[in-house]
C-alpha cells in the first residue's frame, strides 16, 4: 500500500512540474523552471524512494536528492527577488 501511495505522490509531483514547464514556456520567467526542475527532482525522489523502501537501503541518498529539490526553490526565489531589484518596473 505503501508503494502506491508512494507512486501517486511520484505522479503528482510529476504534473505540478509539468504545469510549471506550461507557465515557462508562456512566460519564459527562469523562476518557473527552478519551480518546474524542484517538482520533477522531487517526483523522482519520491520513486526511488519506493525502490529504496523495498530493498531497505540506506536514506542518505533520499534526503541528499530531497535538500537539492528545496535548494532549487531557494535559488528560484532569490534569483527573482535579485533579478525585481536590479531590474525595476
Not at 3 to 13: E, R
Not at 30 to 55: C, K, M, P, Q, T
Not at 75 to 81: D, T
Amino acid at each position: 500500500m505503501i508503494l502506491l501511495l508512494l507512486g501517486a505522490t511520484s505522479m503528482g509531483y510529476m504534473i505540478a512540474a509539468l504545469f510549471f514547464l506550461k507557465f515557462w514556456r508562456q512566460e519564459h520567467d527562469r523562476f518557473f523552471l527552478w519551480f518546474a526542475a524542484s517538482f520533477e527532482l522531487e517526483g523522482l525522489n519520491r520513486g526511488i524512494g519506493g525502490v529504496y523502501a523495498v530493498i531497505g537501503d540506506d536514506d542518505a541518498v533520499i534526503f541528499t536528492i530531497r535538500l537539492i529539490s528545496y535548494l532549487f526553490i531557494v535559488v528560484a526565489i532569490l534569483e527573482k527577488n535579485i533579478r525585481a531589484r536590479v531590474l525595476p518596473n
